[in-house]
């Protein structure tokens, strides 16, 4: 009779707040500690057995489009899964759509970070339409007539999903259209017109390419007006309460988040408002692209906290010749490693949300700044952790029931969405350049005393004060310094010396790509004991 053995139990239920203690340092660290009872409150439902299926089933039974009745009527609509419904409502209530700009006060945005960090841990796919109404009220509010009447709707914390015209629903949420087919990057070759329909408003006509989570509310949209590129409001419902001229061509069949809409669009005439001044649309739609790009970090930490809770849990239980896979040598090496790269990741999520919790000089050039930097590489390392914690759990990390090819599949999106790698890059050399106090805000970042940090930071600073910052071949060299010097700051200062040490021994010392390969005398031990889940 078969019989099975050697087989962990289940993690679940596993309260994703109280099991991770580099998150409860980092809230408290950062200036949410209030924010600590509803953070281990939401933990507890999202780490539920229950809710973990939800992510499960999102996955398995993607979104359809419907495109006509069976009439022959447009519909343009996107059917889910209830589970994907059900995922909405939890983020929604939770308030991670919009809660700092709800209920502003200090640490908003790093208890809205930590809230997002969790979620993305169980569902990647609901994020996307929670961090695009997120990073679109700052934009919002550059139009105060559209302010008044949409952001009640969008700080409301209840997930509506009839589609409704705004005004009938309890709850808004925004979603965004850039990228079109002859251009994504380069915004300024976008064709979409929008012709002025003589009432303040505009009639738009054109495409995107991609347009993610196409039953959002609203879009904030790039057009060519008369005055060159500007940002719109489309609703998908017109004043008069007709469907507005949206017509979705056909979902993305995509790699991974495979429970989110992702869809072509054309526009034939489609009602939109225009936010902020006419003609400058990419400064106006930038502002989102700032905290949608604090979301790819956080989201792409929190993917690595999964990956890594996943392969600890399976170590500490699973036995392969006479010992726990986290008590052989070669493991814990592996293991720590992952350990450490997860919680740089997370050190410095954290610490570029609180940026956006203040105002002072110094934390608007570490947002200008370092926002794209921390997206480039957090982003990076994303499927490299995949990868890796997926091969602890051997064969079985291989088979969707684990979740970990889920997580393989998704870890690239982050670094690919809202500016790839290279214009990550670009736009840090471009930071550097206009942002006046950059490299004595980055100094006082990351001067710590530390000799081993000393000597890197050294040459990083000496690169930033001369010429060959310029250099664009070298922009992905320097940014790369730029964050693993942030990194190791964050962890000299405020993880044990285990961590800090092995961070600072690898990392700057210039280790491969691989994982397991910290120097001998680290100590292995006490770095995968911190990162346990508990
Ligand atoms: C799942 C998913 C969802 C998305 N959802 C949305 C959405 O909701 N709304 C939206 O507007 N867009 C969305 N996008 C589009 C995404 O933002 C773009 O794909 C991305 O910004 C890159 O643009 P592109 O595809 O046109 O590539 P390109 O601009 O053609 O770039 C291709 C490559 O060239 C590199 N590159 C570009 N310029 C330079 C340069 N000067 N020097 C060196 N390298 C350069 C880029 O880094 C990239 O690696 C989504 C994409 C994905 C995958």
């Excluded at 196409?214 to 489309?234: E, H, I, R, T, Y």
């Excluded at 609180?354 to 947002?367: F, G, N, T, V």
Aim: net charge neutral; charged share 25%.
């Amino acid at each position: 009779m078969f019989e099975v053995a050697n087989q962990p139990p289940p993690l679940e239920p596993c309260n994703l707040f109280s099991s991770d203690a580099v998150l409860g340092e980092a809230v408290k660290r950062e200036g949410a500690a209030w924010a600590e009872a509803a953070l281990g409150a939401l933990g507890e439902t999202l780490g539920r057995p229950e809710t973990v299926k939800l992510g499960f089933d999102a996955n398995r039974f993607p979104p359809q489009l419907k495109t006509f009745d069976r009439y022959g009527h447009r519909l343009d609509e996107v059917e889910f899964h209830p589970a994907w419904h059900d995922l909405m409502t939890i983020a929604v209530r939770a308030g991670l759509h919009s809660s700092p700009w709800a209920e502003p006060k200090a640490g908003a945005h790093v208890a809205r970070a930590a809230g997002t960090y969790m979620l993305t841990q169980v569902e990647s796919g609901v994020y996307c339409p929670i961090a695009m109404t997120y990073g679109a009220v700052p934009t919002l509010r550059q139009a105060p007539e559209i302010a008044d009447v949409w952001l009640p709707k969008i700080y409301a914390r209840e997930y509506d999903r009839r589609f409704e015209p705004a005004a009938r629903k309890s709850g808004a949420l925004i979603g965004m259209g850039m990228t079109e087919n002859q251009g994504g990057s380069d915004l300024r070759t976008n064709t979409t017109r929008a012709e002025p329909a003589g009432d303040g408003s505009f009639r738009l006509y054109g495409h995107k390419w991609f347009m993610s989570a196409p039953m959002c509310d609203a879009f904030l949209v790039l057009a060519q007006s008369p005055k060159g590129l500007s940002c719109f409001f489309m609703p998908r419902w017109t004043p008069d309460g007709a469907r507005n001229a949206i017509r979705i061509n056909r979902l993305k069949d995509k790699l991974g988040n495979k429970s989110n809409a992702s869809s072509e669009v054309e526009f034939h005439g489609a009602y939109a408002w225009l936010v902020g001044e006419e003609g400058r649309g990419i400064p106006t739609i930038i502002e989102m692209g700032n905290y949608t790009r604090l979301d790819c970090c956080i989201g792409s930490a929190g993917l690595m906290r999964q990956a890594v809770t996943q392969a600890l849990h399976h170590a500490r239980h699973r036995t392969a010749f006479q010992k726990k896979l986290i008590d052989q040598p070669l493991m814990s090496n592996v293991l720590a490693d992952l350990a450490i790269e997860s919680e740089a990741a997370a050190a410095l999520t954290f610490r570029l949300a609180r940026a956006y919790d203040e105002s002072d000089e110094a934390a608007l050039a570490i947002r200008r700044v370092v926002t794209p930097a921390a997206k480039f590489w957090i982003c990076k390392r994303a499927p490299m952790v995949a990868l890796e914690a997926m091969e602890v759990l051997g064969g079985s990390g291989y088979i969707e029931e684990s979740i970990m090819p889920r997580l393989y599949r998704e870890a690239p999106v982050n670094s690919i969405w809202e500016g790839s790698g290279n214009v990550m890059c670009l736009d840090v050399l471009r930071a550097i350049a206009r942002t006046p106090n950059a490299a004595d805000v980055l100094r006082a970042e990351i001067d710590r005393g530390d000799a081993r940090l000393g000597a890197f930071a050294g040459k990083l600073m000496d690169r930033l004060a001369s010429s060959q910052r310029n250099d664009e071949t070298q922009a992905r060299a320097l940014t790369r310094d730029l964050v693993l010097a942030l990194q190791a700051a964050l962890l000299l200062e405020h993880a044990p010396a285990a961590v800090a040490d092995a961070f600072c021994a690898s990392r700057l010392a210039g280790d491969g790509p691989a994982f397991g390969l910290l120097p001998r005398g680290s100590d292995l031990n006490a770095i995968t004991r911190r990162a346990m889940p508990n």
